[in-house]
Nanobody, 124 residues
Framework: QVQLVESGGGLVQAGGSLRLSCAAS????????MAWFRQGPGKERAFVAA????????YYADSVKGRFTISRDNAKNTVYLQMNNLKPEDTAVYYC?????????????????WGQGTQVTVSS
């Protein structure tokens, strides 16, 4: 059974940092792109960042460029999201996801496996 488990969320003041982790189990995802999405209060789920299977390519939403960094450790079957200079508008539930195919990295429909999400709350 495939399982993605996010951790590292919490409450932080604006300007602070958090590091999210997503551990995959049940199969190896080292051949697949992985991504983070988020869903803020009253908003639709939105793309945050993605990383290619070997970590060689990364992609970011404009709203997080320069502040967030996505990385992965295939030996640990884990993807990370380092979030710096957090803003209140970053408040959301953050989800990791795996894309087995070659569809768009930016669309949540492209991802077949999802975690349960971890809450990030940024206070002003």
């Amino acid at each position: 059974q495939v399982q993605l488990v996010e951790s590292g969320g919490g409450l932080v003041q604006a300007g602070g940092s958090l590091r999210l982790s997503c551990a995959a189990s049940g199969r190896t995802f080292s051949s697949y792109a992985m991504a983070w999405f988020r869903q803020g209060p009253g908003k639709e789920r939105a793309f945050v960042a993605a990383i290619s299977w070997n970590g060689g390519m990364t992609y970011y939403a404009d709203s997080v460029k320069g502040r967030f960094t996505i990385s992965r450790d295939n030996a640990k079957n884990t993807v990370y999201l380092q979030m710096n200079n957090l803003k209140p508008e970053d408040t959301a539930v953050y989800y990791c996801a795996v894309r087995p195919g070659g569809r768009s990295l930016y669309l949540d429909d492209s991802y077949d496996y999802w975690g349960q999400g971890t809450q990030v709350t940024v206070s002003s």
